[in-house]
């Protein structure tokens, strides 16, 4: 059982990184974090094989609405993708996908709000940031440096995630033993160092927590997995760039009530000291967050 005492362990020895400043992220004269000032990130899945039904959304004009009350129940940035990550949904091609958000990003930005588009694909990068795209959520994990420049090119953020294989549709199973924290570190150093020469200034990094992990992790062990990753996060702020968590499920353990199932893993993530929340559930999520700063 989590209590207290791992907590108080945790942060007991890794002292160090626990106030490690973090500097806020400037983006198209906005200013977003870093925690506790949290902000967070909404969904719209333009994908039929995303499995969260609520995101889901049909058409150009169900997205808009639906990024539209995103926003307005509190989200900081509108998260786009095409493509499910489920390993058996569809691949969607550069062409099928940007189809499907140039409309989407158009009238979002032209509606004054800041959207990001998840991607692995060169030109889905470029098109979409030629109509608007504030931010790549980047889930390629191989060849980078053609984003980090394109992202520069537009005055545009990227949230590196970590991805074991060339992308995020090509990813290794977790290794849930040893520090994974560390080998977190290691990789958005190097990323961060490169997407910094390239001249993007605004980056996030995200642990890819949300991505697939194949049956390497049944139920019990990638929840503690996950766990364990949300409450190290606080010692990626040494990085000095914001942590960005993908909210998960445990539709094992929450089965018809899987929509509460960020609120919790919320929690987790801000007892780590998460700066940017990716989630499905603004609205709940904006509560856990604001009852979590009345303690704070």
């Known amino acids: 059982m989590l209590g207290l005492e791992y907590l108080a362990e945790l942060a007991g020895r890794y002292a160090s990184e626990l ?3 973090v500097a806020p ?8 974090g870093p925690w ?3 902000a967070l990130m909404g969904v719209v899945n333009l994908s039929r094989d995303s499995w969260y039904r609520e995101s889901v959304v049909t058409s150009a004009e169900a997205a808009v609405r639906r990024g539209r009350r995103l926003a307005a129940e ?3 940035l509108i998260d786009l993708g095409a493509e499910s990550t489920l390993p ?3 691949r969607a091609g550069a062409g099928e996908q940007t189809s499907a958000l140039l409309p989407v990003v158009r009238e979002l930005n032209d509606s004054g709000i800041l959207v990001s588009v998840e991607t692995y694909d060169p030109q889905v990068a470029r098109e ?3 109509a608007g795209a504030a931010v790549l959520n980047l889930t390629a994990g191989e060849t980078t440096e053609p984003f980090y420049r394109l992202a520069a090119e537009h005055d545009a953020g990227v949230l590196i995630c970590h991805v074991r294989g060339k992308h995020v549709r090509e990813a290794a199973s977790a290794d849930p033993l040893g520090d994974h924290v560390r080998a977190r570190y ?7 160092d490169l997407a910094q020469r390239c001249g993007v200034a605004a980056i996030w990094v995200d642990g890819g927590l949300g991505f697939y992990y194949g049956d390497l992790l049944d139920g019990p ?5 996950q766990i364990e990753t949300f409450l190290n996060t606080f010692r990626l702020r040494a990085l000095g760039r914001p942590v960005c968590h993908a909210l998960p499920h445990a539709f094992e353990y929450f089965e018809d009530e899987v929509r509460s199932a960020e609120g919790f893993f919320a929690v987790m993530a801000l007892l780590g000291r998460t700066d940017l929340l990716r989630t499905h559930e603004i609205g709940k999520v904006r509560g856990v967050v604001e009852t979590m700063r009345t303690v704070g």
Request: proline share 6%.
């Open 19 to 21: 106030d490690a400043p």
């Open 25 to 32: 992220v400037s983006l198209r004269g906005r200013q977003l």
């Open 36 to 38: 506790p000032d949290v």
């Open 74 to 76: 509190g989200a900081h």
């Open 88 to 90: 058996n949904a569809a």
């Open 128 to 130: 979409t940031l030629r």
């Open 186 to 192: 290691e990789y958005f150093a190097r990323e961060i």
């Open 221 to 225: 062990v990638r929840v503690r997995y």
